[in-house]
């Protein structure tokens, strides 16, 4: 029963990770309708640049971890965002209306760049933290077994829902995700009514890859270490939770996040370690099958 | 786009100097931003393990500065070939010109693929570059059955690959069969998993396609990387048996192939040997593939491309369509993989990683979704462009994923042409994959 506990806080936390990523997948997918590859990586270099700014301010002497971390926050979500104004503006926007395949082999290859770019400019090996935020509460201690809720992950999940409910509310309530929520039905009708199209698009991947630097700096809080290669399997598992939520809901994707990071952690520590993607990818594929729509999206009607 | 509109009606006399100044310098504060921590700082474990970081600003000014002076000639350059825009007819004779040559293309390569082996007999490296770029347009052609044909998205191709590879090296490891007899059974047996794959995905279309092909990809490399017992995890298998010449093994010994023609021993000649087995393979693909087109099932896989809806409704089982398809092509992908083993006689889980499927699928874009000489070209450049990169060896997939992204923006239809249908009414109509969205008619 500790055990489970402990499986239970572990997968929330991951789940929220996952969560926070598949927001940036959920959001793109509902304005363009197109799979955002690059997004695991976008994911990717939020990390390394909040591994770089943390390592800097470090050295700088700063020494209050609350400081710290809102610095590393705010410097990592504003470059990141960059990177997604960057990405969309170079990759997708002159691509909008050409056919089909064009934009996802065009995400793909800005996928390769993103990540190789990582790799190019920071070098190929893995890069440890010392730990950010270091130690926890102990919530139960029978015999040889202790349940830990470390201050990381108290940090992730409130983070994740804090970032929800804000996002939740700017779509729901302000103009910009109003004019978003007007581009998803109709773009060209949204444009004749004075929607700015190309900036509300442009805005949507700014929050997006702003979203995904949150994740990486909680990634990297959470496990200590980023790498180039980690936005690849990540980004995945994000599109699955955001796909298992149903597309183009913010909470659905969380929700998804959520289930994903659950899964994995219970399949982690009941059956086995290696096996722990081959389940993840499993689930996309039959939740694809069985469940395209997910737990809380539309039907999408099929027209001639 | 505020910029264009500002550019062509500036197209008049002279350049407008303030507006390409304030949008290069504008990329500049941009690219400030997104190098200052990647590329500004350095980071790499200490000697104590601990992380320490040095900067490299010199590189960041650089860099920045090479994306100013970049951006105000890419401005320059674009004012320049907007004002020249006049169109250019081109004569009646060059353009037939232009016409022959595309028709007496296909056999010139073909003629030239025969012939390299004899022009580059003591060029062990070219031959090698000719087998690989045989494999890709093998590789290449099988995939374009499922993309360019009926196009169905897939981006796990290198799993049946991957099914083919291990399928021989396995069954010659294990039970010692002769590559002859693997080479069909491999294509079977990956056909099969094509199947396996194409049921589950029947009713999925366009991007959510991609992305479950793409797991099922992972999904196959994973197993194979973690079945230890089976296909020795991450190690791979070794010493997986060489092809013989029907029967005569290219070895220098009594018995061996140039021992029983009466010729000197040369390891080239199980080069060259390999070199015609591919040549043979991708041709066979080839003739397999365009007497499929003009077969019911070819037309039906075109139509499915063009309009799914409209297919159904004219009574064409989509199921045996999609399923088809996806066996044809992972059938061919197989028969590649198990000569990829033979000739490398070493596989690992580390060869077929998605990249290799990306790469496969940029050869079938890059080649005009459909186009077989296409594609065939889009192999021969692609695998030239990586050979010539190979001294920058770290930058090379950086610059591929850059190719790619440029390719699509610059010629999103393919490098060398788009097949059109087989067969289609007198009066065409306005309908082509590039009119109609995907999973909307």
Known sequence: MDYFIQQLINGIALGSIYGLIAIGYTMVYGIIGMINFAHGDVFMTGGFIAMISFLVLVSFGITSIPLVLLLVLLIAMATTALYGWTIERVAYRPLRHSFRLAPMLSAIGMSFVLSNFAQVSQGAKVKPVPPIVPGGFTLLDRGGFSVQLSYVQIIVVLTTVALLAIFTFIVSRTRLGRDMRACEQDQTMAALLGVDVNKTISMTFVIGAALASVAGIMYLMYYGLVDFFMGFVAGIKAFTAAVLGGIGSLPGAVLGGLAIGLIETFWSAYFSIEYKDVAAFSILIVVLIFLPTGILGRPEIEKV | ?441
């Open chain 2, 1 to 441: 786009m505020a910029g264009s509109e500002h550019a062509s009606a500036a197209v008049s006399a002279r350049p407008d100097f303030v507006f390409i100044l304030k949008k290069s310098v504008l990329s500049a504060v941009v690219a400030f931003g997104l190098f200052l921590f990647m590329i500004g700082v350095r980071t790499d474990a200490g000697s104590n393990g601990e992380l320490v970081y040095w900067t490299r600003f010199a590189d960041l000014a650089t860099i920045v500065s090479i994306v100013f002076v970049g951006g105000f000639a890419l401005e320059l350059a674009r004012w320049a070939l907007g004002r020249g825009q006049i169109a250019v007819a081109m004569p009646p004779q060059l353009a037939s010109g232009l016409q022959t040559l595309r028709r007496a293309l296909a056999p010139a390569l073909l003629g030239f693929a025969l012939l390299v082996p004899v022009m580059f007999y003591n060029q062990r490296y070219l031959l090698d570059l000719g087998i690989l770029v045989l494999t890709y347009v093998m590789l290449g052609w099988g995939l374009n059955v499922v993309v360019g044909l009926a196009g169905l998205l897939d981006l796990g191709y290198v799993a049946f690959y991957a099914v083919g590879a291990y399928s021989y090296a396995l069954l010659a490891t294990t039970f010692g069969l002769s590559f002859w007899i693997c080479l069909p059974v491999a294509g079977i047996l990956a056909a099969f998993w094509g199947v396996l794959l194409g049921f589950p995905v029947l009713r999925l279309r366009g991007d959510y396609l991609a992305i479950v092909t793409l797991a099922f990809g992972e999904i196959v490399r994973l197993i194979l990387i973690n079945w230890q017992t089976l296909t020795g995890g991450p190690n791979g298998i070794a010493s997986i048996p060489r092809p013989s010449f029907f029967g005569l093994p290219f070895t220098a010994d009594e018995g061996g192939f140039a021992d029983v023609f009466g010729i000197e021993f040369s390891p080239t000649h199980r080069i060259v040997f390999l070199y015609y087995v591919i040549l043979v393979l991708a041709l066979l693909t080839n003739w397999v593939t365009i007497r499929l087109r003009g077969l019911p099932i070819g037309r039906a896989w075109e139509a499915l491309r063009e309009d799914e809806i409209a297919c159904r409704s004219l009574g064409i089982n989509t199921t045996t369509t999609k399923l088809t398809a996806f066996a044809t092509g992972a059938m061919f992908g197989g028969i590649a993989g198990a000569f990829f083993a033979t000739r490398q006689g070493f596989i690992s889980p580390e060869s077929f990683s998605f990249v290799e499927s990306a790469f496969v699928l940029a050869i079938v874009v890059l080649g005009g979704l459909g186009s077989q000489i296409g594609v065939a070209l889009a192999a021969l450049t692609m695998i030239g462009g990586t050979e010539l990169f190979r001294g920058l060896e770290q930058y090379r997939m950086l610059v591929f994923g850059f190719a790619m992204v440029l390719l699509m923006i610059w010629r999103p239809r393919g490098l060398i042409g788009h097949r059109a249908p087989t067969v289609f009414l007198h009066q065409r109509t306005m309908i082509s994959a590039a009119l109609v969205k995907e999973g909307h008619g």
